[in-house]
């Protein structure tokens, strides 16, 4: 009996040179897939996905974003700092409160994509 493994594996260096070097010429640079995956580490956090989720909605003060998640002050600040290093969120004071949104209309493309996606896989069982 052939396991999965076996049937995925080729027994040749390259089959199809041509495609090989189109997809090649294609491919980004290592250092943008290195900062993609960087990118793609903060989202693997529920509480910053939380925290973005609410900031696709409103503009919105750490103060409120803590009480909204039932978290402390000092972890919504800590996780806004890494949003804000990552471009994702942007900040605007007014007065003594600091307001923060969303950094642009690509942060909610990447949010409503994933949540696109995440959704038609549930619709298929998983």
């Known amino acids: 009996m052939t396991n999965s493994y076996e049937a995925e594996r080729c027994d040749c260096n390259v089959l199809h ?3 090989v070097e189109k997809v090649r010429d294609k491919m980004p640079r290592d250092r ?14 529920k509480t910053r996905i939380n925290i973005l989720s609410a900031l696709l909605e409103e503009e919105m003060c750490v103060c409120d974003i803590a009480y909204l998640l039932n978290m402390t002050q ?9 949003l804000k290093q990552a471009r994702l969120v942007k900040n605007r004071k007014d007065g003594k409160v600091v307001f923060y949104s969303l950094d642009d209309e690509h942060v909610k493309g990447i949010i409503d994509r994933g949540l696109i996606h995440m959704r038609e896989n549930n619709k298929g069982g998983l």
Do not use: T
């Open 74 to 82: 000092s972890a919504i600040s800590h996780q806004l700092r890494v």
């Open 32 to 45: 943008d897939l290195n900062e993609l995956a960087d990118l793609f580490k903060i989202f693997g956090d």
């Open 17 to 19: 040179e041509d495609v």
